[in-house]
């Protein structure tokens, strides 16, 4: 198993490495089919997702950064997904040649529209971004203001957007940078009463685990009072048809990030939905003055987007939840045997809607908790991050309580990795055993 390990994943010196293995695997997927030679169209996909190109520096050894393992899922701060090969491409090629910046950006958000069923789109620089420039096109459409009113002359404009008091989260800083103000409802009778002459926009956040009013009450107040409707959509895909569910809907906006399941570049994002309000989220964009003037988006992480929707639309929702299923399968494989061990698959409901392994067992018996586990993995020379509901007393994030849990997020695991995964909890659970 130890010569299989090395030839798979390339960690273990020897005459395979990680660059020739995979050079021979792509010449045997050529000759015999993706899906023949790795199992599925999933893993083919995730092993022809390397970076690694014979004569191109390592900077991240060069600078000094561990790569790792993402069991945890697709996190902002372990650098979201790895990008599909072709989108991979995709960005090389749009890096070696300049472009008008606006011109990309309308005819991305032209493309993006019919692909995605919508009247308009915007690519923003990650869904807070795209947050930002719904606030700014509602303040815009309000008030007839121009990029340069805002946020400074927001303070004596029409300025308030209705958030429901359990949607209210970390993000809302990119509301407020618009100048705007969220008056907090918590009751339908209280969200009816809030809307007045200075509204310009609400705001839903989808994964909220809290919150009276449902989608479509929410829907149907704010439009008695031509008041656009904002959703914060950011880490709910897959399903892959979310990305025209809410549209549908009726909600007037919605932002998903562009590097989590869509996995597009990690600083790129959405901002779907009527064009009229699209197109003064693209007036308050950058390279143009105003809010968004800092919230870039070079050439190559729009190209990468589009690239990236190109790849997702070929896609489909049960082959990648079948892989991420096998996967876990291999990890629960490895670890059957430790005491009192109880594997389960657990599937969020709205956010980050992909199996999980959940590994529950008695730390008791064992000797050893989750949270040390997590800790062990962190150590290692290629550390493994799992997901951060390991060992979490509360539930949140749409996973379960799980003080006596350790979570592995499988679907952004590349090939070999479930196998090194399952051994490096398996050595940690068995080391006072």
Known sequence: MKERFSMVTGYDSGMLTRRSFLRWSQSMMAMFGAGSLLGSPAEAIAATSSTQTTGVDDYYAKLGVKKMINAAGTYTMYTAAVMPLQVQRAVAEAAKHPVHLKDLQLRSGE???????????????????????????????ANNAKPEDIPQNVGSMKNEVIVQKGHRYGYDHAILLCGAKIVEVVTLEEYKR??????????????????????????????????????????????????????????????????????????????????????????????????????????EQIVGMVAAIDWLLEQSDETAAKEYVRRANIISGIVKDVPTMKPSIFTPEVANHVPHLILTYDPAVVGVTPKQVQEHLRSLDVPIELNPSTGSTRAGNGMPAGPNSIVVGTWMLLPGEPEIVGRQIRSALMKKS
């Open 194 to 299: 809030a809307f007045n002459s200075n509204t310009i926009m609400t705001n839903f956040f989808n994964a909220s685990e809290h919150g009276e009013i449902g989608h479509q009450q929410w829907l149907d107040v704010a439009h008695e009072h031509n008041v656009p409707c904002h959703i914060d959509a950011a880490a709910d895909m897959p399903p892959i048809s979310n990305l025209w569910k809410y549209t549908g809907m009726g909600f007037d906006l919605v932002c998903f990030s562009g590097g989590k399941g869509i996995r597009g570049p990690q600083n790129a994002g959405l901002l779907l939905g009527k064009k009229h309000l699209t197109d003064l989220a693209h007036e308050n964009n950058n390279p143009n003055e105003g809010v968004g003037r800092g919230m870039k988006v070079a050439k």
């Open 111 to 141: 493309y993006l529209a019919q692909k995605l069923r919508c009247e308009g789109a915007v690519v923003t620089c990650g869904a807070s971004s795209a947050l930002t420039l719904a606030t700014a096109a509602c303040v815009a459409s």
